[in-house]
């Protein structure tokens, strides 16, 4: 298979901040948008041009502060613990090292992140990160840890996915029923999805374990339903701060929270162990269908 770069379906641009962006579109009418800086997916519009991942009129896109919505890519840490919140890969920059149309029409660009003083000093390992954002007529991001170094290291990790809804009260998961889940706003409590739609009437902050490959997200109020498939990843965190959890974000409006449902495809309770040499894939494949 031979792979060559069409000029004109994947361009260069300027963000806000002065970011680095990369534009992919694909001749079903599909487009993306990615940042350099945190190989952060910023947009994906579909063929009518509606924006399908939420981004806060107030993200803030500075270096060193993560921007929020679209899809940010966590890792080495999910969450609080001992290294900033859901790791650094987000608030760095990466390497543009591809950028391909392949001979099956596929439009992909991959960037690279490599450890460096200022990581290890943080996180003491080498490793080589490589994200691909691979667009047809559906998003596929894929992200390949390597162990560079010579110990073993483990992490954990996310595609923090930002959904773009025009209602919030009209969503329902589906695909979560019978599946555990770790309240995160209950004090961890361990329960059992008993919902077969899975509707969002106030905060969430969840981590359905060990949750099935394929899920999907209906939006009525779009006529949209979002399909997410994942390999490699074996959890599922759901997430809206909704309007307290709003207040003390100051990247959020106060009513954004109506426009927005994280469902992330991500390895949260079972941390990945890399060993020397070894690589870790992982990967979210998103699609949209009417409904
Ligand atoms: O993925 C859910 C979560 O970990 C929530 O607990 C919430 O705090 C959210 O991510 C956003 O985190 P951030 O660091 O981007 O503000």
């Known amino acids: ?30 487009a993306a948008v990615i940042s350099e800086y945190g190989a952060h997916t910023l947009s994906w519009t579909s063929p009518e041009e509606k924006e399908l991942l939420f ?9 060193g ?5 679209g899809i940010p890519v966590v890792f080495p840490q999910f969450g609080k613990g001992p290294l900033p919140p859901h790791g ?10 591809r950028e391909q149309v392949s001979t099956n029409d596929a439009v992909s660009v991959t960037l690279r992140l490599g450890s460096d003083r ?9 490793f080589v990160l490589e994200l691909d954002l691979v667009l ?30 025009e209602d919030i009260s009209q969503v329902a998961v589906k695909g979560l029923h019978k599946t555990t889940y770790l309240d995160l706003l209950k004090n961890r409590e361990v329960k059992q999805e008993e919902r077969v ?8 902050d969840r981590v359905y374990t060990q949750s099935p490959e394929m899920l999907s997200v209906v939006s009525k109020a779009d006529g949209i339903r979002y399909v997410i498939t994942k390999e490699g990843l074996s959890d599922t965190v759901m997430w809206n701060p909704w309007s307290e959890g709003a207040k003390i974000l100051p990247d959020l409006e106060a009513e954004e929270y109506r426009h927005m449902l994280c469902v992330e495809s991500a390895n949260v309770l ?22």
Do not use: C
């Open 1 to 30: 298979m031979t792979d060559y770069v069409k000029s004109n379906q994947i361009e260069r641009m300027i963000g806000r901040g002065g970011l680095p962006l990369i534009r992919l579109s694909h001749a079903s009418g599909y």
């Open 55 to 63: 981004v806060s009129k107030a993200a803030l896109y500075q270096e």
């Open 65 to 69: 502060k993560a921007i929020r919505g």
């Open 88 to 97: 650094f890969a987000r608030t760095r920059r990466w390497k543009v090292v």
């Open 118 to 126: 200022e990581t290890e000093a943080l996180w003491p390992h080498a």
């Open 136 to 165: 047809t007529d559906v998003l596929l991001i894929a992200l390949r840890v390597q162990n560079s170094g010579v110990a073993p290291f483990w992490f954990t990790s996310a595609f923090h996915t930002y959904f773009r809804t």
């Open 197 to 204: 739609d899975v509707l969002i009437p106030e905060a969430v």
């Open 270 to 291: 079972t941390p990945i162990t890399v060993q020397p040499g070894a690589l870790h894939t992982s990967a979210q494949i998103l699609r949209v269908q009417p409904i």
